[in-house]
């Protein structure tokens, strides 16, 4: 099985916007929903937002209105543009299916947003 490989972290200023990027396998990207994770300091991984094969798209309550979710269907490539930036969104970011039982996980992309 192929990981996920996720790019576009970074720093960036309270207040400021990132896009995050994930390949993935086909075989996974073609069946599943998809969705980003975040990790962040001493927390759990918790999913973020979610989007069908078909587009449809779920947020977690705290991102909704600032994170997008988009999906490439030709490129097995999701998206995550993060605006509106806060402290508390620092974290590892990852992107996997949903659910993502029993699959391999990438190495995730770093998120630091300063005050």
């Known amino acids: 099985q192929v990981q996920p490989v996720e790019s576009g972290g970074g720093l960036v200023q309270a207040g400021g916007s990132l896009r995050l990027s994930c390949a993935a396998s086909?075989?996974?990207?073609?069946?599943?929903?998809m969705g980003w994770y975040c990790q962040g300091p001493g927390k759990q991984r918790e999913l973020v937002a979610t989007?069908?094969?078909?587009?449809?798209?779920n947020y977690a309550d705290y991102v909704k209105g600032r994170f997008t979710i988009a999906r490439d269907n030709a490129k097995n490539t999701v998206y995550l543009q993060m605006n509106s930036l806060k402290p508390e969104d620092t974290a590892v970011y990852y992107c996997?299916?949903?659910?993502?039982?029993?699959?391999?996980w990438g190495k995730g992309t770093l998120v630091t947003v300063s005050s």
């Open positions: 989007i069908s094969r078909g587009g449809s798209t």
């Open positions: 086909g075989s996974i990207f073609s069946i599943n929903d």
């Open positions: 996997n299916a949903v659910p993502a039982y029993g699959l391999k």
